[in-house]
């Protein structure tokens, strides 16, 4: 079936900027998303790409997907202490309304 | 602010005993889903409605069962609790005009004694 990695754990100075990394298995996909989620919260959805897409920027959130190498990146610029989280990705190939989740990336943001 | 709500945020019960989790939403979303979410791990989908038709995961327990009422509202049963259940319990919505991206409410933390 789907598979979905991430590396388990990031720290980052506030102020620097952050590279969360991300691959899966199923060429088909056709949403590729990032969720935040904060301690005992839900998830919260910060961006999605189009699988035909390279690159999306929003804000301090920049985007990048190599469809080749199915590697989808996430980059938050000017990490701030607010930042600090488990990241999601997850990817959506339409048969069956289903999201895959990735393992999640805790971030952690040092003064 | 349309959203989805789940109550309670925490729910305690007792091993065996019956549990019922709710959800609701203001989107109109078409689309429901149920996840459960044990520490440190992502998200597990129990199962979704689309519209008024029912799919659940093939590795979802029959001691799972979920009921929707209307578009705005969906429950979770869990008939007979075990200390593997406990967990945060997440209801997400989406829809296809939307672009496939589920919206998740703040979810119900399961302790079961």
């Known amino acids: 079936g789907e598979d979905v990695e991430q590396s388990l754990f990031l720290s980052v100075r506030e102020g620097d900027s952050s590279v969360i990394n991300c691959t899966y298995t199923d060429s088909s996909s056709t949403y590729l998303y990032w969720y935040k989620q904060e301690p005992g919260a839900g998830l919260q959805l910060l961006t999605y790409?189009?699988?035909?897409?390279d690159m999306k920027q929003d804000q301090r959130l920049t985007v990048l997907l190599n469809k080749k190498d199915k590697h989808l990146s996430l980059r938050i610029a000017d990490t701030q202490t607010g930042d600090s989280a488990i990241y999601f990705c997850?990817?959506?190939?339409?048969?069956?309304?289903?999201?895959?989740f990735g393992t999640g990336t805790q971030l952690k943001v040092e003064l | 602010d349309a959203m989805v709500i789940q109550n309670p945020r925490y729910q305690v019960t007792q091993f065996g005993k019956p549990v019922t989790l709710s959800c609701s939403q203001t989107l109109n979303h078409n689309v429901m889903y149920w996840y459960q979410q044990k520490s440190s791990q992502a998200p597990k989908l129990l199962f979704h409605?689309?519209?008024?038709?029912?799919?659940n995961e093939a590795d979802t327990p029959d001691n799972f069962q979920s009921r929707r009422p209307n578009t705005s509202f969906c429950f979770l049963d869990i008939r007979s609790p075990g200390l593997g259940d406990a967990a945060m319990y997440l209801c997400a919505t989406s829809s296809e005009g939307s672009g496939y991206e589920q919206y998740f409410g703040p979810g119900t933390r399961l302790t079961v004694t």
């Open positions: 997850a990817d959506f190939t339409g048969g069956g309304n289903k999201l895959t």
């Open positions: 790409i189009f699988s035909n897409m």
């Open positions: 409605y689309y519209d008024k038709d029912f799919n």
